[in-house]
């Protein structure tokens, strides 16, 4: 009797493990899950963030483990959960990362600023403020979270890169008067031009190097000079005050455009196999006359070689900023 109650009800009893098989996750679909939150994973690592810097690091971890634990165990709803839990982790570890680099970016860039407040860096500041918005957005509403993908974080990380490249390139020199001019004049000494053509070479290995991290991305170099004097009078002053400041002004000015001249003529010679790649921008070309190069403590003392200089920033920047 029992045989034949079993066998009555086999049919019903297949058909509702068919049907309760056919509501849980797949092997196949929780193994998409195991490898997306994986993938999230080894961007984390890339960050460089420890449990140090973000608790999340930790949990996203401990549960990408207890994830693949489930699934070898075949609790493939549990793995997925656990999986899920794991991206939602890394997905904050990868904005804390993104607000970070931005945050310290735009400290370097004003610190550059505040030396060449002519610097094509400072374009970059409005990019980044947008990226910042963008990650403190995200990190505060959880259905943005849930929808941001790794492409998303992919895309941005990488235009960090490329800005992060950007500022390191930034190079700056200081051309002392004393040796490149002579006394009195703006004519450069030959001195004064081998300095610049080594710092021209330093400026052309950096591009090169730029171009090999990002062979597709175009490069824009500007080079911005500035001129100083000392408050020493000349001959043709006559004592007067305001006609040495003039004088002095002019001085700098002359100065600063002879260096402009020659790094710029310098750099377009050498830089003639990279022509589809770098184009060269003709930065400012300022006079300072007796102003304080930064850096340059108040003194008493007229004649000061600190004083008498020209200060020359170089930046490459990729043509993205423009």
Same mark, same amino acid.
């Given at each position: ?8 009800? !086999? ?10 098989? #056919?509501?849980?996750?797949? !092997?196949? /679909? =929780? +193994? ?7 993938? $999230?994973?080894? =961007?984390?690592?890339?960050? #460089?963030?420890? /449990? ?10 401990? +549960? $990408? ?29 990868? &904005? ?21 407040? =002519? ?63 002579? &006394? ?6 030959? /001195? ?18 730029? !171009? ?7 490069? !824009? ?5 500035? #001129? $100083? ?5 000349? &001959? ?13 002004? +002019? ?15 310098? &750099? ?5 196999? $990279? =022509? ?13 006359? /007796? ?32």
């Amino acid at each position: 009797m029992l045989k034949n109650i079993f066998k009555n009800w !086999l049919p019903f009893i297949a058909l509702t493990l068919l049907l309760f098989a #056919g509501c849980g996750p797949s !092997l196949r /679909e =929780a +193994r998409i899950v195991l490898d997306e939150a994986k993938e $999230y994973q080894e =961007a984390v690592t890339r960050t #460089g963030i420890t /449990e140090k810097i973000s608790e999340d690091v930790s949990t996203a971890r401990r +549960r $990408y483990a207890e994830a693949e634990q489930s699934y070898l165990d075949r609790y493939y709803q549990r793995a997925m959960d656990y999986a899920r839990e794991s991206i939602t982790a890394s997905k904050r570890i990868l &904005l804390q990362g993104i607000t970070r680099s931005v945050v310290m970016m735009k400290e370097e860039i004003i610190k550059k600023q505040e030396e060449n407040p =002519a610097t094509p860096l400072k374009k970059l500041i409005p990019r980044l403020d947008e990226i910042l918005q963008f990650a403190n957005r995200i990190q505060a509403d959880n259905q943005e979270l849930e929808n941001l993908s790794l492409v998303r974080t992919a895309s941005i990380s990488s235009d960090l890169r490329l800005y992060e490249e950007d500022i390191k390139s930034s190079q700056q020199e200081k051309l002392q008067s004393d040796i490149s001019f002579a &006394l009195g004049k703006y004519e450069l000494a030959d /001195e004064g031009k081998i300095a610049l053509d080594r710092f021209a070479d330093k400026i052309i290995a950096i591009i090169d190097e730029n !171009l090999k991290l990002f062979p597709d991305k175009p490069i !824009l170099l500007q080079i911005d000079v500035y #001129g $100083y004097t000392d408050s020493s009078g000349f &001959l043709s002053d006559g004592g007067n005050r305001q006609k040495r400041i003039f004088l002095n002004q +002019r001085l700098s000015e002359l100065r600063a455009k002879s260096v402009s001249t020659h790094l710029n003529q310098y &750099l377009s010679s050498k830089m003639v196999p $990279y =022509a589809q790649k770098v184009s060269i921008q003709h930065g400012k070309v300022t006079g300072k006359g /007796e102003e304080l190069p930064a850096g340059v403590a108040v003194s008493s003392q007229v004649n000061n070689p600190q004083r008498r200089i020209c200060q020359i920033f170089s930046t490459a920047v990729h043509d993205i900023i423009k």
